[in-house]
């Protein structure tokens, strides 16, 4: 499984294009894409700032939702001044039933897009989440 918030900045006057590329992502993500299980997109208080909660059923699923042609098809650049993905693990009996963020090993016979994917989005596991389990 795997949870992240992206904390997200952009650019002024952009405001509705990101919204619409956003309306196109959840749109297109879970009409082609079985490993979904969230994925929201929020304002924030700050001005130009946005959140994003995508959950997967593995990282597989959201490495595949990374590569996608959907999300691949729209140009990210224009419109971002900024982006940081933080993984996040759900707090036991409090985390909306998500399962736990895992990262196991990518296998000898990953395809060229899971290496690709993993390199540019590598998931990062606090040492102190064991002990919260």
Avoid: N
Wanted: proline share 7%; glycine share 8%.
């Amino acid at each position: 499984m795997a949870t992240l918030l992206a904390h997200i900045k952009i650019k002024p006057g952009m405001e509705a294009e990101w919204e619409a590329i956003m309306h196109d992502m959840v749109r297109q993500t879970f009409a082609t894409e079985e490993g979904v299980i969230r994925y929201e997109y929020w304002k924030g208080e700050a001005p130009l700032s946005y959140y994003c909660l995508l959950s997967f059923k593995d990282k597989w699923a959201f490495y595949h939702h990374q590569m996608s042609d959907h999300h691949e098809g729209h140009d990210f650049a224009a419109v971002l001044a900024g982006i940081k993905l933080e993984y996040v693990d759900p707090v036991e009996g409090a985390g909306g039933g998500l399962p736990h963020t895992l990262d196991p090993p990518l296998g000898p016979d990953a395809s060229e897009a899971m290496k690709t994917a993993q390199e540019r989005f590598p998931l990062t596991i606090p040492a102190w989440w064991s002990t919260r389990a």
